[in-house]
């Protein structure tokens, strides 16, 4: 039996899809629901089932950020999207992290049928002897009522076997976005891996594997970009600059500081911004 998870903030919506699909038919058991994107995510890790309908835009939440930590973190599972926001350019966009469909609401059931069908056809693709480790392509093809306007260059729809790698840049691009928006904080990699929905243990996997960093590396990376521009300015002091940056100790900055650019802090300004090399501080 293929395990089944239904996530949406409309309970009616979830008690008619669990009543009135022939899960059976389809070798499905329902084993998990779901009412808001965050205790979705604590149930997918727990009951780890093969597929999941799901709302894109439920409160609290950034709807492909979630799809594409979903679709990082369980790169087999089968996800049809049921949306009530009909744009072309969403649509795709979802449809390039690997959903197997995208159901404008309110949806027929032959429509969610059919997308359960070819979710369960890609199942057992993937476990028939010799399947593929990816799933088969996700069609192309969006509902005759989303929005056409055109996408832009950078948004195409691929097949499956681009959509783990599309989840993965996804996560680690919003993740460095994160950082730079908030670098002078104390900022852990706990609260980066909340922020874009997936575990810290995966996040720092993906992160290794996308920039061969550590997230302590990113992150002092961003700080000390921010530190070298803030010296421009000959009235900060490097005790002062440090703390904007995020750091609690100077001397920690001064050591991470020479580490990346090879120079002290009083000698980069020197270099770059000052005509006659600055007195030294003490740090």
């Not at 920690?252 to 500081?257: E, K, L, P």
Request: aromatic content about 8%; hydrophobic content about 45%; glycine content about 4%.
């Amino acid at each position: 039996m293929y395990r089944v998870a239904v996530v949406d903030d409309e309970d009616v919506i979830v008690a008619g899809l669990v009543r009135t699909m022939p899960w059976e038919n389809y070798g499905c058991e329902i084993v998990a629901t779901a009412s808001d994107g965050i205790a979705a995510l604590g149930v997918l890790r727990k009951e780890r089932p093969d597929i999941l309908f799901t709302d894109i835009q439920m409160p609290g939440q950034d709807g492909l950020a979630m799809i594409a930590a979903i679709r990082s973190e369980f790169p087999e599972m089968q996800v049809t999207i049921l949306s009530g926001y009909p744009n072309f350019e969403y649509a795709q966009r979802a449809i390039s992290l690997g959903v197997v469909r995208y159901v404008l609401k309110p949806s027929r059931f032959s429509e969610l049928e059919s997308a359960l069908s070819v979710m369960v056809q890609n199942l057992d693709a993937l476990r028939a002897p010799g399947g593929s480790a990816q799933a088969p392509a996700v069609p192309s093809d969006l509902p005759a009522n989303i929005s056409a306007a055109p996408a832009p260059d950078n948004v195409s729809v691929q097949p499956a076997a681009g959509c783990a790698e599309n989840a993965h840049n996804f996560i680690v691009h919003n993740a460095k976005e994160y950082i730079r928006a908030h670098y002078a904080e104390k900022l852990t990699l706990e609260d980066v891996a909340d922020h874009v929905y997936v575990s810290q243990w995966h996040l720092s996997k993906l992160i290794s594997r996308c920039t061969n960093q550590s997230f302590s590396e990113l992150l002092n990376g961003v700080r000390i970009e921010k530190a070298q521009a803030l010296l421009a300015d000959p009235a900060l002091r490097i005790w002062e600059i440090s703390e904007r940056v995020g750091f609690a100790d100077v001397t920690h900055f001064s050591r991470i500081f020479k580490k990346i650019t090879g120079v002290s802090a009083n000698e980069y300004r020197a270099q770059n911004f000052c005509a006659e090399p600055a007195p030294q501080e003490t740090v």
